[in-house]
């Protein structure tokens, strides 16, 4: 199914130059700032997208954000209540993007996205993993197993459709964690590729995944009628 991305999804790695003890207290500072900065959802330029939907911006974080240790796990139906927030929460990121392509969000949202995940919990060719930090559910993934298709010209592949991260959590490497943690899953059975789709407007989103391997193949181009 807002800003990470991947969240997907946002701002890890990168080497760093040396630099003087101002540099690095203003460093320091910036980080911390950074941690507490609200960056809406896979949302607002940190991403989220529709059909390979990524929402959470990731950057640089504080060692006190570090401390707090971030599970990933396969998704149980104790799960869906946070999960159609989450996915609730792709929703309006999207919408947000383009509100004539996206769903628009409305009451309905959240319980329907949780009936949406809760049927492929127990599928075979899908995967629902979870981040859980603290006990609480920030983040989830979801991918599956696609057949041939004449129509994408293309052969069978892995495809992730949502990527999400609270945004209370972001900037942590979770939008990261959860991408590995599907591409795993794939690799184990046997896809031969991953397929993704990003919000044009998502550039973060983008960033994370070309980190991970990911290469830009094709553009979904629209027109209102």
Known sequence: MPPAAAASCGHE???????????????KS???AACRRFIAGSSLPAAAASCG?????????????????????????GDLEALGRLGAMLIRTHYAFDSHRFLAPNKGSES???????RVLDSSDACVFVAERDGAIVGYVFA????????????????????AVADEARRLGIGTKLVQAAIEWLRERGAPRVILWSAASNEHARA????????????????EL
């Open 208 to 223: 994370l995944f070309r980190r991970l391997g990911f290469r830009d193949t094709m553009v979904e181009m629209t027109m």
């Open 53 to 77: 939907r990524e929402s959470g911006a990731e950057a640089p974080h504080s060692k006190g954000h570090e401390t707090m240790a971030v599970a990933i796990r396969r998704a149980e139906a």
């Open 30 to 32: 910036w980080s911390a």
């Open 112 to 118: 329907g996205y949780a009936s949406f995940l809760g």
């Open 13 to 27: 790695s990168g080497a760093e130059a040396p630099h003087s003890k101002d540099r690095r207290r203003q460093r």
């Open 144 to 163: 599956a197993l696609e057949p041939l298709s004449w129509k994408e010209l293309r052969g069978p592949a892995g495809f992730i459709h949502d990527v």
